[in-house]
């Protein structure tokens, strides 16, 4: 008979394999885990909001989704723009003067799901669109709040408040986040919500194991049931599809995240039982919790998708809310109008994002992602002195979505670390980090015919993060490494992040459009191919 220490330390992990500071230690920085996250989310979050209204103008993509955003909540969906403004390519500038008469009669067909838009036009509507501190004050709080919520993730996968702590310091300093989180796109709620998911899904495991060493660790393992108890109602991975169908509510890229984290949750599952020497731990594993895994991840997330869509179901003016009844039929005449022009709707909008092919020259190929290869230009103008503060010959006043190259491109190393250690060690930390990264990641080489760009990787920052302090955590050992080994562990943590906040430093007037010297801006541009 297995001994009920045992399957807890198979189930939850031995102490002193974790990263956790020696008794000696404990009670001095314990309150790390908590005060540590905490401080970041608001050094990252004073960094955000300062003068995050600045430029006074529509930036890149912000055209689309501000705008949207404020037609949500005047009409619950969106609308096209006034058609004599649009032939005049006057609707930005109606719009940024506090005229909120930019609109037509007509909804508007838009190939994204409402969610995101929802979030703008909630920053927006306290402050009015004169205000353009409210066009991107959700995705500054977005922002913010993910600091804190990555902070606490990493302590709890990493069994760590220093590692929890770093978490959060990188974040804070992540350019390309940084950038996202003071711009009004819908790509950081992608983030936001995914990373939400898999902070729930990371709390279920534990309960989940908890609720299993209790019911199984005691007793032979002839006593228990060949396929192993019930493990509960499981609240958190309810919490979790309905956080993965906000992600999807907001891009489609986001179902991307629900489909590997389901996979991820039955893998820690089969995992727990076997671990805990449950007979029939993978039979058990798919009858027991995979259809109930997947009615409360991919039942909830498509309800919460579809309850996105409310504004655009309980009225008549959206793109295609009509359509049942312009088309009917009697073999679906069952089912209700709306859920049939909805349907409609998403068939159009598939087959317009196939046919984003036209040509733009920030488009990239997935594969330079990673290491930064071709950043995506926001905002640009070249001020002549005397204007804007200029007092040179020449000036510049970007935004440019360029990564913390020291978090992208010891991320991208990190992976070939991951890889081993999941493969050959069996960490499960290292898959779960690897998933998530690669949820955000991977699905994009399927759409290599489309138009895409570098701006979308923001989904899968976080993971990247995590892929750093993970091999950070490597460097420093477990609770029962050398002094010796622990000190330099140490040294090269703080060496990181200093080095992180310190190129983060650097590149920051291109980050927030300070007007600088052209010869400055052209310092921060390292390759031919971020220009």
Same mark, same amino acid.
């Given at each position: 008979?297995?001994?009920?220490?045992?399957?807890?330390?198979?189930?939850?992990?031995?102490?002193?394999?974790?990263?956790?500071?020696?008794?000696?230690?404990?009670?001095?920085?314990?309150?790390?885990?908590?005060?540590?996250p905490l401080f970041f989310m608001l050094v990252g979050g004073f960094m955000r909001f300062w003068h995050v209204g600045a430029p006074h103008q529509l930036i890149f993509d912000e055209t689309y989704y501000v705008k949207q955003g404020w037609s949500m909540v005047l009409y619950w969906f969106e609308m096209?723009?006034?058609?004599?403004?649009?032939?005049?390519?006057?609707?930005?500038?109606?719009?940024?003067?506090?005229?909120?008469?930019?609109?037509?009669?007509?909804?508007?067909?838009?190939?994204?799901?409402?969610?995101?838009?929802?979030?703008?036009?909630? =920053?927006? /509507?306290? #402050? !009015?669109? %004169?205000?353009?501190?409210?066009? +991107?004050?959700?995705?500054? $709080? &977005?922002?913010?709040?993910?600091?804190?919520?990555?902070?606490?993730?990493?302590?709890?996968?990493?069994?760590?408040?220093?590692?929890?702590?770093?978490?959060?310091?990188?974040?804070?300093?992540?350019?390309?986040?940084?950038?996202?989180?003071?711009?009004?796109?819908?790509?950081?709620?992608?983030?936001?919500? =995914?990373? /939400?998911? #898999? !902070?729930? %899904?990371?709390?279920?495991?534990? +309960?989940?194991?908890?609720? $299993? &060493?209790?019911?199984?660790?005691?007793?032979?393992?002839?006593?228990?049931?060949?396929?192993?108890?019930?493990?509960?109602?499981?609240?958190?991975?309810?919490?979790a599809g309905v956080m993965l169908g906000l992600s999807a509510g907001t891009k489609w890229s986001g179902l991307y995240f629900l489909v590997f984290f389901g996979l991820l949750t039955v893998l820690w599952d089969l995992g727990a039982r076997r671990a805990a020497g449950?007979?029939?731990?993978?039979?058990?594993?798919?009858?027991?919790?995979?259809?109930?895994?997947?009615?409360?991840?991919?039942?909830?997330?498509?309800?919460?998708?579809?309850?996105?869509?409310?504004?655009?179901?309980?009225?008549?003016?959206?793109?295609?809310?009509?359509?049942?009844?312009?088309?009917?039929?009697?073999?679906?005449?069952?089912?209700?109008?709306?859920?049939?022009?909805?349907?409609?709707?998403?068939?159009?909008?598939?087959?317009?994002?196939?046919?984003?092919?036209?040509?733009?020259?920030?488009?990239?190929?997935?594969?330079?992602?990673?290491?930064?290869?071709?950043?995506?230009?926001?905002?640009?103008?070249?001020?002549?002195?005397?204007?804007?503060?200029?007092?040179?010959?020449?000036?510049?006043?970007?935004?440019?979505?360029?990564?913390?190259?020291?978090?992208?491109?010891?991320?991208?190393?990190?992976?070939?670390?991951?890889?081993?250690?999941?493969?050959?060690?069996?960490?499960?930390?290292?898959?779960?980090?690897?998933?998530?990264?690669?949820?955000?990641?991977?699905?994009?080489?399927?759409?290599?015919?489309?138009?895409?760009?570098?701006?979308?990787?923001?989904?899968?920052?976080?993971?990247?993060?995590?892929?750093?302090?993970?091999?950070?955590?490597?460097?420093?050992?477990?609770?029962?490494?050398?002094?010796?080994?622990?000190?330099?562990?140490?040294?090269?943590?703080?060496?990181?992040?200093?080095?992180?906040?310190?190129?983060?430093?650097?590149?920051?007037?291109?980050?927030?459009?300070?007007?600088?010297?052209?010869?400055?801006?052209?310092?921060?541009?390292?390759?031919?191919?971020?220009?």
């Amino acid at each position: 008979m297995n001994s009920a220490r045992q399957v807890r330390v198979r189930l939850l992990g031995d102490p002193a394999d974790d990263h956790r500071p020696t008794r000696r230690t404990a009670g001095r920085i314990a309150w790390l885990g908590w005060a540590g996250p905490l401080f970041f989310m608001l050094v990252g979050g004073f960094m955000r909001f300062w003068h995050v209204g600045a430029p006074h103008q529509l930036i890149f993509d912000e055209t689309y989704y501000v705008k949207q955003g404020w037609s949500m909540v005047l009409y619950w969906f969106e609308m096209k723009n006034d058609q004599v403004l649009q032939d005049a390519k006057q609707v930005d500038q109606h719009f940024t003067a506090n005229d909120p008469m930019i609109y037509g009669t007509e909804g508007d067909f838009v190939v994204h799901p409402p969610v995101g838009k929802w979030l703008i036009g909630w =920053g927006e /509507a306290p #402050f !009015g669109i %004169l205000n353009s501190f409210g066009w +991107r004050f959700a995705v500054a $709080l &977005a922002g913010t709040i993910s600091i804190f919520m990555l902070g606490r993730i990493a302590r709890r996968l990493f069994r760590s408040d220093l590692l929890g702590t770093a978490a959060a310091a990188l974040l804070a300093f992540e350019g390309h986040h940084f950038v996202h989180s003071r711009t009004g796109l819908l790509d950081i709620f992608v983030m936001f919500f =995914g990373l /939400a998911g #898999f !902070g729930a %899904l990371l709390i279920d495991r534990d +309960r989940a194991r908890e609720v $299993l &060493a209790r019911r199984v660790g005691d007793r032979p393992r002839a006593a228990v049931a060949w396929l192993g108890p019930w493990l509960g109602w499981r609240p958190w991975r309810w919490v979790a599809g309905v956080m993965l169908g906000l992600s999807a509510g907001t891009k489609w890229s986001g179902l991307y995240f629900l489909v590997f984290f389901g996979l991820l949750t039955v893998l820690w599952d089969l995992g727990a039982r076997r671990a805990a020497g449950v007979r029939g731990w993978a039979v058990g594993g798919v009858v027991k919790d995979g259809p109930y895994a997947f009615v409360q991840l991919v039942g909830t997330a498509l309800v919460t998708y579809v309850a996105s869509w409310t504004g655009w179901i309980l009225t008549q003016g959206g793109s295609f809310r009509t359509w049942a009844r312009n088309n009917p039929e009697t073999t679906h005449a069952w089912l209700p109008d709306w859920w049939r022009s909805l349907w409609a709707y998403h068939q159009q909008m598939y087959a317009s994002t196939q046919a984003i092919t036209s040509s733009h020259p920030y488009q990239t190929n997935p594969w330079s992602w990673l290491i930064q290869g071709r950043p995506t230009s926001f905002f640009y103008e070249g001020p002549k002195k005397g204007a804007d503060g200029c007092l040179v010959d020449q000036c510049s006043r970007a935004i440019t979505s360029i990564g913390t190259l020291s978090i992208w491109w010891g991320g991208t190393l990190a992976i070939f670390v991951l890889l081993f250690m999941w493969a050959l060690r069996r960490d499960w930390r290292a898959g779960a980090i690897l998933c998530g990264l690669f949820a955000g990641y991977l699905p994009w080489f399927l759409l290599g015919n489309r138009t895409i760009y570098s701006f979308y990787e923001v989904a899968l920052v976080p993971w990247v993060v995590l892929a750093c302090v993970y091999v950070l955590g490597l460097i420093i050992g477990g609770r029962d490494a050398s002094p010796t080994r622990r000190r330099v562990g140490y040294a090269v943590l703080g060496a990181f992040v200093l080095l992180s906040m310190g190129l983060f430093a650097f590149f920051h007037p291109v980050y927030v459009a300070d007007v600088i010297p052209l010869q400055e801006w052209q310092r921060r541009m390292w390759f031919p191919s971020w220009v």
